[in-house]
């Protein structure tokens, strides 16, 4: 099926530093979220973005939903070590108001 | 706390056996969300159900994976006979279809070893 290329995969960084993860297809979007997965939960939503060029914060996470629609960028800023998690970005295709396409995650450790 | 429940939490079965994982969505919610998640392949969706009919099995194997909701406060998800490459861990998700939105709230999940 259909994916978002996620990227980075893994990130491994210090306590205090700032973080960028992003997320692109091909194709036009017209919602992107951004969820976390802690070990041994389900994903949880942090962010949801509904509007081009939309930029929205939630605490120390920024999200914007990219110009061209086809792209979407989170930012963690001064990371702690609950920061740990894989985060998900997900999408729903201009179009299909069905289904969310899926990135393969990033997975942040954190140093303390 | 509405939360989404799902059980059991651990299911460890041998190849051939019939599995049922269960799900109880957050009260007031109408969709509800089966997916399975793999280190390889992600998360990927089974099945969706909107007011209790269900929308959308394409990602399933029909050969031996059905889903059903026979009521508002129970999804299923049956595995007859398991494989070994049914080894996962199956999330259950809800949310509302008035929103559109795409926010769902996931549960904890079923890991399923099949030996």
């Known amino acids: 099926g259909q994916q978002l290329n996620q990227s980075p995969q893994s990130m491994f960084i210090q306590e205090g530093e700032d973080v960028s993860m992003n997320c692109t297809s091909s194709?036009?979007?017209?919602?992107w979220l951004w969820y976390k997965q802690d070990p041994g939960e389900g994903p949880v939503l942090l962010i949801a973005?509904?509007?081009a060029g939309e930029l929205t914060s939630n605490g120390r996470l920024t999200a914007q939903f990219g110009i061209t629609r086809k792209d979407s960028f989170l930012n963690i800023s001064a990371s702690i070590p609950s920061d740990v998690g894989i985060y998900f970005c997900a999408g729903k295709l201009a179009g299909n108001n069905r289904k969310l396409i899926w990135g393969l995650g990033t997975s942040l450790a954190v140093n303390p | 706390d509405a939360r989404v429940t799902q059980t059991p939490r651990h299911k460890v079965t041998e190849m051939g056996q019939e599995v049922t994982m269960r799900c109880q969505p957050i009260?007031?919610?109408?969709?509800v969300f089966w997916y399975r998640q793999t280190m390889m392949q992600g998360l990927e969706l089974l099945a969706y159900?909107?007011?209790?009919?269900?929308?959308?099995d394409s990602g399933m194997p029909k050969d031996r994976f059905s889903a059903e909701m026979p009521d508002a406060t129970l999804a299923t998800l049956k595995i007859q006979p398991s494989e070994p490459r049914d080894s996962a861990v199956y999330f259950c998700?809800?949310?509302?279809?008035?929103?559109?939105?795409?926010?769902?709230?996931f549960g904890e999940g079923s890991r399923l070893t099949v030996l």
């Open positions: 159900f909107r007011n209790r009919a269900p929308l959308d």
């Open positions: 194709s036009i979007f017209n919602t």
């Open positions: 998700a809800s949310g509302l279809a008035q929103q559109g939105t795409g926010e769902l709230f």
């Open positions: 009260l007031g919610h109408n969709t």
């Open positions: 973005l509904y509007k």
